[in-house]
C-alpha cells in the first residue's frame, strides 16, 4: 500500500515494506483528537449501519444543516477521487450513499488492486469550501527536526505539489523545547495567504497540531484539507477548520497512551501482522515467494541481503526476537505456511539467548501440526546448536521436504535453488 503525504514530501525514499508502519487511526478518531485539542472540526459521528448513517444525516439536517457529508472510515487514503466521499443534501442521498459505501471495497490509489473493505462511515456536517490547504508535523530526518510542513495547495493533490511544484510547501522546523511559536506560526499564516482574523485561526490551529504531535509521540499529524469557508454574516472573515485528519504514532511509545491504544483497529491491518503482534513476534510482509523465519532485525536484513544476492525474494520476514517459546515459534510456521505466496521457508537463527534446540523442536512440532509441504532449508548456529542439529537429524525421515545448511550462503543457495 503506497503511503502519501508527508512521506513524500520529506522521505522521497519511503518504503512501507522496509519502514516499520507506524499505528494508525480513522479520520473520526484523529476528529476526535484534534477537537479535544481545540482545533475547530466540524461536527460528526461514527456509524456502522445504513440505518445508523440515515438517522445521523437526518439529525444533522433537523439541526439547521444544509450540506452533510458521508465518508468510508479505512487506512487508506485517496477517498475524495475513489467516491468515498459524498456531498449530500437529503436525507435519502445519505442513505444512498452510505449503502453504496458499505457495500462496495474501496479501490484508491493507495489500497492496491483488490480494495479494502468498508465497516464504518462517519456521517458530519458538510462545509462550504472557500479555499482548501494542507497542513502537517513530522519529523525531518536530514535536520533531525520535527517539522511543520505547510502548503495553500491543499486538498487532493498534495503528491503531485510536492513533485512538480516544491516551492508551494513551506517547511518550519520546530524547536525542540520551545515548541512552535506564535510568531512561527502567524509568518506561516501569512504566508500562505490568510489574512485578517483568519490568521489568528490558522496560527492557533498550527501551534496546536504541533502540541498534539508531541503530546501523542505521533510521528505524523496531518490535516488535508484544512480549509477556510467563505465569509458570513456569523464570519465576515470566514473560519478555519479541519475537515479531514490523519496520525500515525510511534508503536514504541504507545505503551505510555492508553487512550491511543484503545483506537486501534486491528480490522484494518494485515492479518498475519495482527497474529504475529499477539504471539510477541514481529512480522513484514514483502513482495517474493520464500518466507524467512529469523531472529533480530540486523539478521533479518542480512538474510535478506544474502537470498536476494543468490537471486531470490522473500515473501515476508518473522522476526521470533529472543524469548520466543516453542509455542510462540510454532505459531510462527503456522503464519508463514499460512501465506499462499510461500513456496519455500528459510529458517535462519543465531542461537543466543534463543536456543537454537528450542527452534529445532517447534520446527519438528509445525511438521507434525502443519506439515511442511514447501522446501524447508534450515541453518541453525550458537546455543545448544549441536543438541539441535541432532535433533533434526533424528526427525529428517519425519520431514521429507527439509534440507540443513551449514551457513548462511549455503542455505539461501539452497532455499533459491528449491523453490526454483
Ligand atoms: P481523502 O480524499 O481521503 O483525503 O478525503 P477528504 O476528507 O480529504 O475529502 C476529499 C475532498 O472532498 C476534500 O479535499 C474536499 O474537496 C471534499 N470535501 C470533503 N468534505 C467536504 C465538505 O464538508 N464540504 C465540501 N464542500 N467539500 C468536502
Ligand atoms: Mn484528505
Given at each position: 500500500?503506497?503511503?502519501?503525504?508527508?512521506?513524500?514530501?520529506?522521505?522521497?525514499?519511503?518504503?512501507?515494506?522496509?519502514?516499520?508502519i507506524p499505528m494508525k487511526i480513522?479520520?473520526?478518531?484523529?476528529?476526535?483528537?484534534?477537537?479535544?485539542?481545540?482545533?475547530?472540526?466540524?461536527?460528526?459521528?461514527?456509524?456502522?449501519?445504513?440505518?445508523?448513517?440515515?438517522?445521523?444525516?437526518?439529525?444533522?439536517?433537523?439541526?439547521?444543516?444544509?450540506?452533510?457529508?458521508?465518508?468510508?472510515?479505512?487506512h487508506?487514503?485517496?477517498?475524495?477521487?475513489?467516491?468515498?466521499?459524498?456531498?449530500?443534501?437529503?436525507?435519502?442521498?445519505?442513505?444512498?450513499?452510505?449503502?453504496?459505501?458499505?457495500?462496495?471495497?474501496?479501490?484508491?490509489?493507495?489500497?492496491?488492486?483488490?480494495?479494502?473493505?468498508?465497516?464504518?462511515?462517519?456521517?458530519?456536517?458538510?462545509?462550504?469550501?472557500?479555499?482548501?490547504?494542507?497542513?502537517?508535523?513530522?519529523?525531518?530526518?536530514?535536520?533531525?527536526?520535527?517539522?511543520?510542513?505547510?502548503?495553500?495547495?491543499?486538498?487532493?493533490?498534495?503528491?503531485?505539489?510536492?513533485?512538480?511544484?516544491?516551492?508551494?510547501?513551506?517547511?518550519?522546523?520546530?524547536?525542540?523545547?520551545?515548541?512552535?511559536?506564535?510568531?512561527?506560526?502567524?509568518?506561516?499564516?501569512?504566508?500562505?495567504?490568510?489574512?485578517?482574523?483568519?490568521?489568528?485561526?490558522?496560527?492557533?490551529?498550527?501551534?496546536?497540531?504541533?502540541?498534539?504531535?508531541?503530546?501523542?509521540?505521533?510521528d505524523?499529524?496531518?490535516?488535508?484539507?484544512?480549509?477556510?469557508?467563505?465569509?458570513?454574516?456569523?464570519?465576515?472573515?470566514?473560519?478555519?477548520?479541519?475537515?479531514?485528519?490523519?496520525f500515525g504514532f510511534d508503536d514504541?511509545?504507545l505503551?505510555?497512551?492508553?487512550?491511543l491504544q484503545?483506537m486501534h483497529d486491528?480490522?484494518?491491518e494485515?492479518?498475519?501482522?495482527?497474529?504475529?503482534?499477539?504471539?510477541?513476534?514481529?512480522?513484514?510482509?514483502?513482495?517474493?515467494?520464500?518466507?524467512?523465519?529469523?531472529?533480530?532485525?540486523?539478521?533479518?536484513?542480512?538474510?535478506?541481503?544474502?537470498?536476494?544476492?543468490?537471486?531470490?525474494?522473500?515473501?515476508?520476514?518473522?522476526?521470533?526476537?529472543?524469548?520466543?517459546?516453542?509455542?510462540?515459534?510454532?505459531?510462527?510456521?503456522?503464519?508463514?505456511?499460512?501465506?499462499?505466496?510461500?513456496?519455500?521457508?528459510?529458517?535462519?537463527?543465531?542461537?543466543?539467548?534463543?536456543?537454537?534446540?528450542?527452534?529445532?523442536?517447534?520446527?519438528?512440532?509445525?511438521?507434525?501440526?502443519?506439515?511442511?509441504?514447501?522446501?524447508?532449508?534450515?541453518?541453525?548456529?550458537?546455543?545448544?546448536?549441536?543438541?539441535?542439529?541432532?535433533?533434526?537429524?533424528?526427525?529428517?525421515?519425519?520431514?521429507?521436504?527439509?534440507?540443513?545448511?551449514?551457513?548462511?550462503?549455503?542455505?539461501?543457495?539452497?532455499?533459491?535453488?528449491?523453490?526454483?
Open positions: 500500500m503506497a503511503d502519501t503525504g508527508p512521506g513524500t514530501l520529506l522521505r522521497p525514499s519511503f518504503s512501507p515494506n522496509q519502514e516499520p480513522h479520520e473520526y478518531q484523529a476528529r476526535q483528537l484534534l477537537s479535544d485539542a481545540g482545533i475547530p472540526v466540524p461536527p460528526g459521528s461514527m456509524v456502522e449501519t445504513i440505518d445508523d448513517a440515515v438517522s445521523e444525516a437526518r439529525s444533522i439536517f433537523e439541526s439547521g444543516e444544509t450540506l452533510v457529508v458521508v465518508k468510508a472510515q479505512v487508506a487514503g485517496g477517498r475524495g477521487k475513489a467516491g468515498f466521499v459524498k456531498l449530500v443534501r437529503s436525507v435519502e442521498e445519505a442513505r444512498e450513499a452510505a449503502t453504496f459505501m458499505l457495500g462496495n471495497r474501496m479501490v484508491s490509489v493507495q489500497t492496491g488492486p483488490e480494495g479494502i473493505e468498508v465497516k464504518r462511515l462517519l456521517v458530519a456536517a458538510g462545509v462550504d469550501i472557500a479555499k482548501e490547504f494542507y497542513l502537517a508535523v513530522t519529523l525531518d530526518r536530514s535536520r533531525g527536526l520535527n517539522t511543520l510542513i505547510a502548503s495553500a495547495e491543499g486538498g487532493v493533490e498534495i503528491e503531485t505539489v510536492a513533485d512538480e511544484n516544491p516551492d508551494a510547501i513551506l517547511k518550519t522546523p520546530i524547536h525542540p523545547l520551545h515548541g512552535l511559536e506564535a510568531f512561527e506560526a502567524r509568518s506561516v499564516a501569512k504566508r500562505l495567504g490568510f489574512t485578517g482574523r483568519q490568521i489568528g485561526q490558522a496560527a492557533a490551529i498550527m501551534q496546536k497540531l504541533a502540541g498534539l504531535y508531541a503530546d501523542t509521540d505521533a505524523l499529524v496531518e490535516i488535508n484539507p484544512l480549509i477556510v469557508t467563505p465569509p458570513s454574516d456569523a464570519a465576515p472573515d470566514g473560519r478555519v477548520m479541519a475537515i479531514d485528519a490523519k514504541n511509545a505503551f505510555r497512551h492508553k487512550n484503545a486491528p480490522a484494518e494485515n492479518p498475519s501482522e495482527v497474529r504475529a503482534e499477539a504471539s510477541g513476534l514481529s512480522y513484514v510482509d514483502l513482495d517474493g515467494n520464500i518466507g524467512c523465519l529469523v531472529n533480530g532485525a540486523g539478521l533479518a536484513m542480512s538474510t535478506m541481503d544474502i537470498v536476494k544476492l543468490h537471486g531470490g525474494d522473500p515473501a515476508n520476514f518473522l522476526d521470533v526476537g529472543g524469548s520466543a517459546t516453542k509455542e510462540s515459534v510454532t505459531e510462527a510456521f503456522r503464519i508463514i505456511l499460512g501465506d499462499d505466496r510461500v513456496q519455500g521457508v528459510l529458517v535462519n537463527i543465531f542461537g543466543g539467548i534463543m536456543k537454537c534446540d528450542t527452534i529445532a523442536g517447534a520446527i519438528i512440532e509445525a511438521a507434525k501440526e502443519v506439515g511442511f509441504e514447501v522446501p524447508l532449508v534450515v541453518r541453525l548456529e550458537g546455543t545448544n546448536v549441536d543438541a539441535a542439529r541432532k535433533m533434526l537429524e533424528d526427525a529428517k525421515s519425519e520431514i521429507p521436504s527439509m534440507q540443513t545448511a551449514t551457513d548462511l550462503a549455503d542455505a539461501a543457495r539452497t532455499v533459491c535453488a528449491a523453490v526454483g
